[in-house]
C-alpha cells in the first residue's frame, strides 16, 4: 500500500524490498493502524517523505528465524550522545519505519536486524503488534519519572490514552482516565473493566501528580496545566494539530507553580521489550482494544474510521 500525496493511498503489487547491509526481510503479519497513519493520509506529516508504504507499528517473521519479532521503528546510528544516553528515539540520524522509509502496510519489508525485537513465547501477534504504540506511552512515563502510588491524570479516552494507563499501572502508579466524549468512553469500557483503569467525562478533584494530554487539541493542554499540583510535572504527548498560539497565562502557570514539563516522541528497543512484557500480563484487556482485524483493501476505510475518532485499534492482517 503505497502512499504517493495527502490522499492518496493506493494498493499496488511491486517488487519485493532489497535488504541492505545489516538488513532483513521481514514477512509482515500483521500491522496496526494509528491515528498517525490517517494524519500521514489527510495531512502529511512532519516526518513524512514520499512516496512512502506506511505503517509503523508491525510484527511479522523472519525465514530461517522460529517465533515472531516486532519492529522497532526508529534506525539510529548507535554513537551520538542521544544514542549513548539511551534516548535512541532522539538520535541525529533518526530514520523511521513507515515515515523515512518503507513500513509495514505490505507483505514484505525491509528492516535492520537490530530492530527485531522478539515476542515472547505464545503471545499472539496481533497483540503484539501493539507493543509500539505502549512503548510510546511508557516513554512517556519515562520522561517524567513516574514512581508508585502517584496519581496521573490522563487526558483523552482514545486508544492511546486507554495505552496509557497500561503504562501507568506497570509503574505501580494511579492512572485516571478523562474523555467529555461519552461515546469514547463507551468504546473504551470493556478494556478498561479488562484492565481495572478507571475513567470519567470529567476529572476529579486530585491532586494530580502527572497530567498527559492523549487528544492533540490545544485546549486539552491548557487544561492539563490547570490541574497539575503545585511542583508537578506535565507531559505534552500528542504533538498539537492546531494552530493556535499559547496564551502567557498558560507558561505563567508553569513558572507561578513550578510545574515540570516534559516532550515525549517515540519509543526505545527497551520500552518495546518492557511493553510486550505488559501485553502478555493483559491479554484479555488488549484485546478488548482490537475494535477491528482488517485486509490491506480495507485501509482507506479504516483511516477515515480513525481520523473521525471512530475506532479503536484497527489491525490489519497480511
Ligand atoms: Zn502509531
Ligand atoms: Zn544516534
Avoid at 522478539?118 to 519515562?142: I, Q, R
Avoid at 515525549?264 to 520500552?271: D, L, M, P, S, V
Wanted: hydrophobic fraction near 45%; charge should be neutral.
Amino acid at each position: 500500500m503505497i502512499l504517493r500525496r495527502a490522499g492518496r493511498l493506493e494498493l499496488i503489487e511491486g517488487p519485493a524490498p532489497e535488504p541492505r547491509e545489516g538488513e532483513v526481510l521481514l514477512k509482515t503479519a500483521h500491522c496496526a493502524l494509528c491515528r498517525t497513519d490517517a494524519k500521514m493520509w489527510r495531512q502529511g506529516h512532519r516526518d513524512l517523505e514520499l512516496p512512502r508504504v506506511p505503517g509503523h507499528e508491525v510484527c511479522g517473521v523472519v525465514e530461517g528465524e522460529p517465533g515472531h519479532f516486532v519492529v522497532w521503528p526508529g534506525a539510529a546510528c548507535g554513537h551520538c550522545g542521544a544514542c549513548l544516553s539511551g534516548r535512541e528515539n532522539l538520535c541525529a540520524a533518526m530514520r523511521i519505519l513507515g515515515f523515512h522509509r518503507d513500513g509495514g502496510l505490505a507483505d514484505l519489508v525491509a528492516v535492520p536486524r537490530g530492530s527485531l525485537v522478539p515476542v515472547p513465547h505464545g503471545l499472539e501477534g496481533h497483540l503484539a503488534v501493539l507493543a509500539e504504540p505502549l512503548a510510546c506511552t511508557l516513554n512517556a512515563m519515562d520522561r517524567v519519572a513516574l514512581g508508585p502510588g502517584e496519581r496521573v491524570l490522563i487526558l483523552g479516552g482514545g486508544p492511546v490514552g486507554l495505552l496509557m494507563g497500561l503504562a501507568v499501572l506497570a509503574a505501580r502508579a494511579c492512572p485516571s482516565i478523562v474523555d467529555p466524549d461519552r461515546r469514547k468512553l463507551a468504546k473504551g469500557r470493556l478494556f478498561r473493566l479488562g484492565t481495572g483503569i478507571e475513567a470519567s467525562e470529567a476529572p476529579g478533584a486530585g491532586p494530580w501528580d502527572v497530567v498527559v494530554n492523549a487528544a492533540p487539541d490545544g485546549a486539552t493542554v491548557l487544561e492539563g496545566i490547570s490541574r497539575v499540583r503545585k511542583g508537578g510535572r506535565f507531559c505534552l504527548f500528542s504533538g498539537l494539530t492546531s494552530p493556535e498560539a499559547v496564551p502567557v497565562s498558560w507558561l505563567n502557570e508553569i513558572h507561578y507553580r513550578e510545574i515540570q514539563v516534559s516532550g515525549a516522541y517515540g519509543c526505545t528497543r527497551e520500552q518495546m521489550r518492557r511493553a510486550l512484557g505488559i501485553i502478555a500480563a493483559h491479554r484479555a484487556g488488549v484485546e478488548m482494544l482490537i475494535e477491528e482485524r482488517v485486509s490491506l483493501d480495507h485501509v482507506t476505510d479504516s483511516l477515515s474510521a480513525i481520523w473521525d475518532g471512530r475506532a479503536l485499534k484497527v489491525v490489519v492482517d497480511l
